[in-house]
């Protein structure tokens, strides 16, 4: 088992900025992919962005230029900065790592923005 604590939702007005954070503890491979998720009300699960242990990133188009997601490797740690926000990004996001064999999923973060 691969735990992972997410933290940094909340309300944020639009236009503003958030950071989530998501920490990753027990044994963990070196060779990893770790990323975000999100779900908004009645939508199924998307891919907002990952990075792979190398520093490799890919992001979904609606996020792109606004979004920013990075690693500390040393401390298993992923963040996602999110500039710009819109009402649409409001979801419950989800920080994702995937092992050889394995992925683990953590509990959710509340992200809503709204005036």
């Known amino acids: 088992q691969v735990p992972l604590v997410e933290s940094g939702g909340g309300l944020v007005q639009p236009g503003g900025s958030l950071r989530l954070s998501c920490a990753a503890s027990g044994t963990i491979s070196s060779v990893n992919i770790m990323g975000w998720y999100r779900q908004a009300p009645e939508k199924e699960r998307e891919l907002v962005a990952t990075v792979t242990s190398g520093g490799s990133t890919n992001y979904a188009d609606s996020v792109k230029g606004r979004f920013t997601i990075s690693r500390d490797n040393a401390k298993n740690i992923v963040y996602l900065q999110m500039n710009s926000l819109k009402p649409e990004d409001t979801a419950v996001y989800y920080c994702?790592?995937?092992?050889?064999?394995?992925?683990?999923w953590g509990q959710g973060t509340l992200v809503t923005v709204s005036s």
């Open positions: 994702r790592i995937g092992l050889i064999g394995a992925v683990y």
